[in-house]
Each structure stands twice: as C-alpha cells, then as structure tokens.
Nanobody
C-alpha cells in the first residue's frame, strides 16, 4: 500500500502564491510519477500536473499552465506544487496522486492513469 499526505493548503488572496507538498510513504516503486488533481465544488476533477521520478518528464494540465512549478522535494518521494497568480477559479480541493508503473514516453493526464490518491488539501483563493 501507498499513503499520500498533502499539506500546504489554505487561504490566499487573488494574485498570491501557494506551495503544496505531498509525501508518499509505504511501498516504494522504482518507476513512478507523482502529481496533482483538483476538484472545485460543482465542477469535474481536472489534472493539474505531475512529475516523473524515472525520467524527470513533467505533465501539465491546461488550467494552470504557466502558473505552476512542479519539483521534487528534498525528502524521499516528496513532490511540491508551487502555484502563482492564483485566482478564485483555483479554489478547489487539491489531491496528490502517484502513478506506480510509469513508462517513459507515455502521457499521464487522466485520473485513471494514477493508482493512489491522497485525501486532499483545501485551497481557497479570495477575491
């Protein structure tokens, strides 16, 4: 089993920045990717971005492209999501995810591509 724990959510004003973190624990994998989805009230789940530990490839969703930075944390199996220029449209629960059978050359941007999900962290952007 794999456990994913998100942190860093909170309240931020429009135009501000926020850094989310996710730490994975439990069973480890040699080829994997970690990333984020988000879901706002009344809206469908959407992909934010992910980074592969295998080849460093990053995948980005459309909504936050250009306003985020994905990076590996100093701690083992930790990913950071630095978000900037936040707007109320970014208000959502952000879920950490991990893909445990990552294959170079493949694209991972849909929910079914990921094997484990965290419980989520709330991000609220005030207007």
């Amino acid at each position: 089993q794999v456990q994913l724990v998100e942190s860093g959510g909170g309240l931020v004003q429009t135009g501000g920045s926020l850094r989310l973190s996710c730490a994975a624990s439990g069973r480890t994998f040699r080829n994997f990717a970690m990333g984020w989805f988000r879901q706002a009230p009344g809206k469908e789940r959407e992909f934010v971005g992910a980074i592969s530990w295998t080849d460093g490839v990053k995948f980005y969703g459309d909504s936050m492209r250009g306003r985020l930075t994905l990076s590996k944390g100093d701690a083992k199996d930790t990913v950071h999501l630095q978000m900037t220029d936040l707007t109320p449209e970014d208000t959502a629960v952000y879920y950490c995810v991990i893909q445990t059978v990552y294959t170079p050359g493949a694209i991972y941007r849909v929910a079914t591509d990921y094997d484990y999900w965290g419980r989520g962290t709330q991000v609220t952007v005030s207007s």
